[in-house]
């Protein structure tokens, strides 16, 4: 049975492996044998993955984020955390789409399953 997933990343992405292993995580649920619909989430502290001065090489992200748009799974930041933290939106790579506070609730809430990193 098709679920809908979301892999939330609520850490900071140096210094920790929750970014890279949440993401490998959600390549895996995408790709399953369910192939369940995942979003993942850059909230918290995570948001700062979510920028594209981010060196996803070095933090082992490419070919996490490679599979998971070759199954269409999507990446989001959370504007709301953004905010807080002083992000602009330009700052945010442009292969995740930035999604207001109540939309992200929404989709949390909407989710048949969470992941969080």
Same mark, same amino acid.
């Not at 959370?78 to 929404?106: F, L, Q």
């Given at each position: 049975?098709?679920?809908? &997933? &979301? &892999?939330?990343?609520?850490?900071?992405?140096?210094?920790?492996?929750?970014?890279?292993?949440?993401?490998?995580?959600?390549? %895996?649920?995408?790709?399953?044998?369910?192939?369940?619909?995942?979003?993942?989430?850059?909230?918290?502290? %995570?948001?700062?993955?979510?920028?594209?001065?981010?060196?996803r090489d070095a933090l082992n992200m490419s070919?996490? &984020?490679?599979?998971?748009?070759?199954q269409d799974g999507q990446m989001v930041a959370? %504007?709301? /955390?953004?905010?807080?933290?002083?992000?602009?939106?330009?700052?945010? /790579?442009?292969?995740?789409?930035?999604?207001?506070?109540?939309?992200?609730?929404?989709?949390?809430?909407?989710?048949?399953?969470?992941?969080?990193?």
């Open positions: 049975m098709k679920r809908d &997933v &979301v &892999v939330m990343l609520t850490r900071a992405p140096y210094g920790r492996v929750h970014i890279p292993e949440g993401l490998r995580a959600a390549r %895996g649920v995408a790709a399953g044998f369910e192939r369940h619909d995942v979003t993942v989430l850059f909230t918290e502290d %995570g948001v700062y993955g979510a920028r594209a001065a981010v060196d070919g996490h &984020v490679a599979d998971l748009a070759e959370d %504007g709301a /955390a953004m905010a807080e933290r002083g992000v602009d939106e330009s700052e945010i /790579a442009d292969d995740v789409a930035v999604w207001s506070g109540d939309r992200v609730t929404a989709r949390i809430r909407e989710a048949d399953r969470t992941l969080d990193f």
